[in-house]
């Protein structure tokens, strides 16, 4: 997996190293028609939002309305394999997550090669997750949620947006390191999971902090520590997992990539993140 995340922001960071050409010799070979933007999750996580907010940037950009396209499922699979299948004319964009790269090495029967398939042509930004629950579970500390899981072993379940994410693999590593057994039950994206999570019907869940925060901070969900290996602006306070189980760290990546076979796409990532000002300080 760590080769496989190396390669990607390796070819992350080479697409952004391309000559930028100029709007108008954009404007004549590419875009011809609106582009559409892939995100394989629905609406209302952390992939949807950042989309639409950079949409809007690119369009001008690019000169041609940015279409966001939300088909979730699969862990993102499904979305990924729409933009593999699209005509690899620069017109259909993929949203890149942390899954994709999951995916690459969870899946051995997938109908396409991410790595193969799939060109990255700009990293966006990185996120910091953070395990919460919902405030009926009697728990206000990590080491509290592994006792208690612990002593209800089978009884204690975990939410995610589906099987392979980073929200997945984050609390199965938890598990993992602290020898707790929670139960994981899967989501198609992490909107639904987290308004599960809200309403008690699961009880735990690692989450990007952009969209939990406000959850958090009106006391409709209790945080117990942030994954990333230091603690985070937002909730100062908020101490990390990796107090209570050492060497812990989870975060989640967003990029953007194409069919592979069209490679004149290219802009500047950190033209990018300048419209992501309150992302850019949330990440780990």
Do not use: C
């Not at 809200?198 to 952009?210: E, H, I, K, S």
Request: hydrophobic share 45%.
């Amino acid at each position: 997996m760590r080769t496989t995340r190396r390669k990607f922001l390796y070819l992350a960071a080479s697409a952004a190293a391309l000559p930028i050409v100029s709007r108008s010799a954009w404007a004549q070979a590419y875009p011809t028609r609106p582009v559409r933007w892939i995100v394989p999750y629905p609406p209302g996580g952390a992939a949807d939002p950042i989309a639409r907010l950079i949409g809007p940037f690119l369009s001008e950009r690019l000169g041609k309305p940015v279409v966001i396209e939300n088909k979730p499922g699969a862990g993102a699979n499904i979305g990924t394999e729409f933009v593999v299948r699209s005509p690899p004319d620069g017109h259909t964009l993929l949203f890149i997550t942390t899954a994709n790269m999951i995916n690459a090495t969870f899946y051995r029967d997938l109908s396409f090669d991410f790595m193969r398939d799939i060109t990255p042509v700009a990293g966006l930004v990185r996120l910091p997750l953070v395990l919460e629950v919902n405030p009926s579970v009697p728990v206000k500390t990590v080491a509290e949620l592994i006792a208690y899981a612990k002593a209800n072993p089978g009884k204690v379940n975990f939410a995610s947006a589906g099987v392979g994410t980073s929200l997945h693999l984050a609390a199965e590593l938890f598990n993992m390191m602290t020898g707790t057994k929670m139960i994981h039950v899967p989501y198609r994206g992490s909107a639904p999971a987290l308004t599960d999570l809200l309403a008690g019907q699961v009880q735990v869940l690692f989450d990007n902090l952009f969209t939990s925060l406000e959850h958090i901070k009106a006391g409709k969900l209790r945080a117990l520590g942030v994954a990333t290996a230091a603690r985070v602006q937002q909730l100062p306070d908020l101490p990390t997992v990796a107090d209570a189980v050492p060497g812990y760290e989870a975060s989640s990546v967003f990029g953007v990539g194409v069919s592979t076979g069209f490679r004149f796409l290219a802009w500047q990532p950190s033209s990018v993140l300048k419209w992501l000002p309150r992302l850019k300080n949330g990440a780990g």
